[in-house]
T-cell receptor, first 112, second 113 residues
């Protein structure tokens, strides 16, 4: 079953605009990670935020985490056509293992 | 390039057959994870190996099995294949068994006819 659920399912914006994707999860976590998947390729790790962190930045990416609401958001600023991809959140849950549970993803289309 | 190599890239076979998917993890990584990605189920964790030992099991069918060899490469064996097994199968690796990023290969696309 999916632990994380991304919202929206699909997002279409113009180059230069910001893109915000949200993720909700059900159980307590140690970390939450965001991944990107280009069509037909494997997932690429973007950023990891620990449960005791509230915000993290990496280049044009900003991730927030609200453990009280069991939710996270990924903001991509000044989007580029190359950002077109599917974005997934992944949580490690409270199983005691390092395995990840992925949501179904948000498909982002950035038009030139 | 993630450093994780999966072969073959594509596999077409018939129902009832058996196939083996292979994964070479990133150099130095001890953990290997297998995932199945399909349109209806999304990305599902199947199984994890750490330094040759099975570490965690997810939604892996009894018809599926995996192993990790002393050189740390891993194989996923799928038998008695059904149409519903058609999917992308990904291997990922990480340095150890902690909470850290996983590095994914480009997957094997399995088509069952």
């Amino acid at each position: 079953s999916q632990q994380g659920e991304e919202d929206p399912q699909a997002l279409s914006i113009q180059e230069g605009e910001n893109a915000t994707m949200n993720c909700s999860y059900k159980t307590s976590i140690n970390n939450l990670q965001w991944y990107r998947q280009n069509s037909g390729r494997g997932l690429v790790h973007l950023i990891l935020i620990r449960s005791n962190e509230r915000e993290k930045h990496s280049g044009r990416l900003r991730v927030t985490l609200d453990t009280s609401k069991k939710s996270s958001s990924l903001l991509i600023t000044a989007s580029r056509a190359a950002d077109t991809a599917s974005y997934f959140c992944a949580t490690d849950g409270d199983s005691g293992y390092s395995t990840l549970t992925f949501g179904k993803g948000t498909m982002l289309l950035v038009s030139p | 390039d993630s450093g994780v190599t999966q072969t073959p890239k594509h596999l077409i076979t018939a129902t009832g057959q058996r196939v083996t998917l292979r994964c070479s993890p990133r150099s130095g990584d001890l953990s290997v994870y297998w995932y199945q990605q399909s349109l209806d189920q999304g990305l599902q964790f199947l199984i994890q190996y750490y330094n040759g030992e099975e570490r965690a099991k997810g939604n892996i069918l009894e018809r599926f099995s995996a192993q990790q060899f002393p050189d740390l490469h891993s194989e996923l064996n799928l038998s008695s294949l059904e149409l519903g097994d058609s999917a992308l199968y990904f291997c990922a690796s990480s340095m150890n068994d902690g909470y850290q990023p996983q590095h994914f290969g480009d997957g094997t696309r399995l088509s069952i006819l």
